[in-house]
């Protein structure tokens, strides 16, 4: 009996020994997992700080052959640009990043006219008029071929056209304003054709 009072005694200093190391490990790992959650949140907030010179070099030279890559850092730049404005609209880094974002906006503009230019043929005024026009007194004068673009160029534009119509100027305007011009010169007779380019 003595033994076994003497073994339950020790158990019970072993138990109240063990209780508050086993507290304290949990502690422990909770405020480890806190610190790990707080260095998370830090190493995203620096990586804001560090894009205007990650990107640097892709957007100088362009998009031309990687407009994915292209795409994914003015995408990198605009949450930059998203975060400064929200957590700090005063530092000089929201200036830099939308520095880069416009720059990287006029080079993908620039890419957009430059595969239009090269891989694009002209269409006569009137295939375009018959093409957008809803009256049937407008008769096409000449059956046009329209050649198509290749494919990854097509692909390219309708990428590049998506964006720029999300975050670009809006050019929606221009274009309904060339167009409208372009019928009225068609339906007026004149020998001048004042087509606005965008």
């Not at 019970?12 to 610190?35: D, F, Y």
């Not at 720059?103 to 595969?115: H, P, Q």
Request: proline share 5%; net charge negative; glycine share 4%.
């Amino acid at each position: 009996v003595s033994i076994l009072s003497s073994f339950e005694s020790r158990l019970m200093q072993l138990e109240n020994s063990i209780i508050p190391v086993h507290k304290q490990t949990e502690n422990l790992q909770r405020l480890q997992e806190n610190v790990d959650k707080t260095l998370s949140c830090l190493d995203h907030v620096i990586s804001y700080y560090h894009v205007a010179k990650d990107t640097d070099r892709i957007i100088r030279e362009g998009p031309s052959g990687r407009l994915d890559e292209y795409l994914a850092c003015i995408a990198k730049i605009q949450k930059a640009v998203e975060y400064f404005q929200d957590n700090n609209p005063d530092s000089p880094e929201l200036n830099t990043v939308k520095a880069r974002f416009e720059k990287g906006k006029e080079l993908l503009e620039a890419e957009f006219r430059s595969l239009l230019t090269r891989y694009s043929k002209p269409v006569p005024p009137i295939v375009i008029l018959d093409a957008i026009s809803v009256d049937e007194d407008l008769e096409l004068q000449e059956e046009a071929v329209l050649e198509h673009l290749p494919e990854a160029v097509l692909q390219d534009i309708i990428c590049i056209s998506g964006w720029l119509v999300e975050y670009g100027r809006n050019q929606g305007t221009a274009v309904c304003f060339s167009l409208s011009a372009l019928l009225y010169n068609f339906h007026t007779g004149s020998p001048y054709l004042f087509f606005f380019l965008i």
